[in-house]
């Protein structure tokens, strides 16, 4: 349990039962993830932890956000790209050698599964005429006020909503939410704002992924993701070659003491060669 929590950078609304429900296996943890035609970095980590979590016995509901991912995309998105999304997700999940009661401890929902719902509107409608002013919302998440497009005003409200009625489908109260310590603000605003519509606030359990990487992701298996491994610098790289050794680890590919030799031959790399190995372990893995 020492690792899972040293791992995690911040944990917003912490409740004084948090070790103890940690060590336990007592939470209901949700990762909510938009739809990608790749895998990239950020997604591997977060599975990594989401097997941390379910290996102390926690249940894991991860959303696919159909919804959230139509407001980015510009129309462009279609229903098979959800479909293909999710089977990517449990083939990735499967090849951690889970038993299957751990297996089953992992529930995986579409958004538009609940968020198309009369009273999900309401609540939107609500949140909306509660926070106020578009100015104030702009200085809340450091928006400039003169090129606001209308997904950045509904994305932070939408994920507040989600946690709540996720219930609906999973039949689980949420208790935590897996988020980026990049995006703290988006879960202030959550704990803040989700009690004045009468829901309980979250814990938020926050990791340090690199911002790079949340805002511009390597998505592995595309043309140019070779290229772009070849130009990250030293504390992009070390990210994602720690993530990978951690995912080669969990899915028990190479003894503690191979893995322990791997790390020290790769330490005494020169960069290319980094790259170089960064690029395999992506091919072999994924």
């Not at 911040?10 to 035609?37: A, C, M, Q």
């Not at 790209?81 to 401890?105: G, M, P, R, V, W």
């Not at 990487?213 to 998505?219: C, L, Q, V």
Request: aromatic content about 12%; some cysteine; hydrophobic content about 40%.
């Amino acid at each position: 349990m020492d690792k899972v929590l040293n791992d995690i950078e911040n944990v917003v609304g912490k409740p004084k039962s948090f070790h103890r429900k940690l060590k336990n296996g007592e939470f209901t943890i949700y990762w909510g993830t938009k739809i990608y035609d790749y895998l990239d970095i950020k997604i591997v980590f977060v599975l990594n932890k989401i097997i941390d979590f379910i290996k102390l016995g926690h249940t894991i509901i991860i959303l696919v956000a159909d919804i959230h991912t139509i407001l980015d995309t510009k129309n462009n998105y279609v229903e098979k790209n959800a479909e293909l999304f999710i089977e990517n997700l449990f083939i990735q999940l499967k090849s951690y050698n889970l038993t299957e009661e751990q297996f089953s401890k992992i529930k995986i929902i579409k958004g538009s599964q609940f968020q198309l719902s009369s009273k999900y509107i309401l609540d939107m409608i609500k949140l909306i005429s509660i926070h106020g002013s578009i100015k104030k919302y702009c200085d809340n998440f450091e928006l400039d006020i003169n090129s606001i497009a209308f997904n950045d005003v509904l994305h932070p409200i939408l994920q507040c909503l989600d946690e709540e009625h996720l219930k609906v489908i999973s039949g689980c109260e949420i208790d935590c939410q897996i988020g980026y310590s990049v995006n703290i603000k988006q879960h202030v605003f959550a704990k803040k704002h989700m009690p004045k519509l009468g829901y309980k606030s979250r814990t938020y359990l926050l990791y340090d992924i690199p911002e790079h990487f949340i805002k511009r992701p390597i998505y592995f298996k595309t043309n140019n993701f070779v290229s772009i491994i070849n130009i990250l610098n030293d504390d992009l790289l070390l990210f994602m070659i720690n993530t990978l050794f951690y995912t080669i680890e969990l899915k028990k590919i190479y003894s503690i003491e191979e893995m322990c030799e791997k790390k020290k031959i790769f330490n005494k790399m020169s960069k290319e060669d980094k790259c170089n190995t960064t690029i395999d372990l992506i091919n072999t893995l994924f």
